[in-house]
Nanobody, 124 residues
Framework: QVQLVESGGGLVQAGGSLRLSCAAS????????MGWFRQVPGKERDLVAA????????YYTDSVKGRFTISRDNAKNSLYLQMNALKPEDTAVYYC?????????????????WGQGTQVTVSS
């Protein structure tokens, strides 16, 4: 079975930092685009950041630009999200996801594989 497993979430005060990791069981799923999404109960799931197969192209939603950095290490089948200057508004469950084919990184429907999520809570 394909697995994407997130880790690194937790409790942090506003202004603090966290680094999320996502471990993939198959290189196949890290060979294309990967992304981080977040969701608050009762709200839609939104794309936070995405990265292409080589790491040379990245996307960030406006609210996290300058604060978050997405990266990947294909040799380790891993995806990362460095989150700095965290705000209470960043509180959510964060999910990693992988595309099954080469598609536009911003298309949520193109992400076929999903992790179980990791909780990030930023206190004020």
């Amino acid at each position: 079975q394909v697995q994407l497993v997130e880790s690194g979430g937790g409790l942090v005060q506003a202004g603090g930092s966290l680094r999320l990791s996502c471990a993939a069981s198959e290189r196949t799923f890290t060979g294309y685009g990967m992304g981080w999404f977040r969701q608050v109960p009762g709200k839609e799931r939104d794309l936070v950041a995405a990265i292409n197969w080589s790491g040379g192209v990245t996307y960030y939603t406006d609210s996290v630009k300058g604060r978050f950095t997405i990266s990947r290490d294909n040799a380790k089948n891993s995806l990362y999200l460095q989150m700095n200057a965290l705000k209470p508004e960043d509180t959510a469950v964060y999910y990693c996801a992988a595309q099954r084919l080469l598609r536009d990184l911003t298309l949520q429907g193109s992400y076929a594989y999903w992790g179980q999520g990791t909780q990030v809570t930023v206190s004020s």
